[in-house]
Nanobody
């Protein structure tokens, strides 16, 4: 049974911090890259950050640069974190992690495994 599972979402006040976790299990391989996406209420899913698991290279959406940090557990590359600082109400969304073999990192269609999401609410 293969799955990605997110955790760590909750309600937080503006300016606060959260760390989301994404754990991949049941796979026979490490995903070449793990991305975080979010979907605000009534809006399209958007890319937030990505990490290339082989070398730790990262990339971010402009809206979160300088506030969010994606990282991986180097002892277990099936675990990826998203540290979110300086949270704003516009960061409110369901956050998803997803695994991808390649392609444009900001395009959801290039990700073939998705978690169920974890809700982040900033007020």
């Amino acid at each position: 049974h293969v799955q990605l599972e997110e955790s760590g979402g909750r309600s937080v006040q503006s300016g606060g911090s959260l760390r989301l976790s994404c754990t991949a299990s049941g796979f026979r391989y490490i995903h070449p890259r793990i991305g975080w996406f979010r979907q605000p209420p009534g809006k399209e899913r958007e890319a937030v950050a990505v990490i290339y698991t082989r070398d730790g290279t990262t990339d971010y959406a402009n809206s979160v640069k300088g506030r969010f940090t994606i990282s991986q557990n180097n002892d277990d590359k099936n675990v990826v974190w998203l540290q979110m600082n300086g949270l704003k109400p516009e960061d409110t969304a369901m956050y998803y992690c997803a695994g991808s073999p390649g392609g444009s990192w900001i395009v959801p269609g290039y990700y073939n495994y998705w978690g169920q999401g974890t809700q982040v609410t900033v007020s």
